[in-house]
């Protein structure tokens, strides 16, 4: 599109200068004029053109920079971050069926975090049940009774033994709240 501005502005300028000559009495100030005019129009066409393509080429290289940076560290990173978030989905989901059910063996609350996935995303999965019970049991949250079932404690006891997340520490301190 810059182009025909620049070719069809240069036409345009020459034609009127053509037209000036071929005029009986002819005012050089007025040829000089129009053509400065049409010479100057010219140039900042041109120098806009590669001023624009300046600019493109920089994005096409800043984005092919920020892909190569995904492609090392970046990855890994983005890798960590979704096993750490699959890990945490997995205990979410085992309190939640042990909270729902009360007791339930290792076979029993696997089984039923299967069908919860099953019912509420239609997907099925094999579910690993025992490291999201060893983490909760780590934390003092899920508890075994004699008999082999686990068993959780109340919502609101997780919650403290939890206590104060990073999540919750930066919405405070957007919200202006004083930390705990």
């Known amino acids: 599109m810059d182009w025909v501005k620049f070719l069809g502005s240069a036409v345009v300028g020459l034609v009127a200068v053509i037209s000036s000559l071929e005029m009986p009495k002819a005012d050089l100030w007025v040829i000089f004029a129009v053509l400065s005019t049409v010479v100057g129009y010219c140039a900042k066409t041109y120098f806009t053109f590669q001023q624009n393509m300046a600019a493109y080429q920089n994005l096409i290289t800043q984005s092919m920079y920020d892909k190569q940076l995904d492609s090392g560290k970046g990855t890994l990173l983005h890798l960590c971050d979704d096993v750490i978030q699959q890990e945490v989905k997995e205990v979410i989901i085992s309190f939640f069926i042990l909270m729902e059910q009360g007791k339930a063996t290792m076979e029993d609350l696997d089984l039923r975090c299967e069908e919860l996935i099953k019912e509420e995303f239609d997907e099925s999965c094999n579910f690993e049940v025992d490291d999201a019970v060893q983490k909760l049991e780590r934390l003092g949250i899920v508890t075994r009774d004699t008999v082999g079932r686990y068993f959780c404690v109340g919502l609101k006891r997780a919650n ?21």
């Open 160 to 180: 403290e033994i939890i206590g104060t997340t990073t999540e919750e520490l930066v919405l405070r301190a957007r919200q202006g709240i004083s930390s705990i």
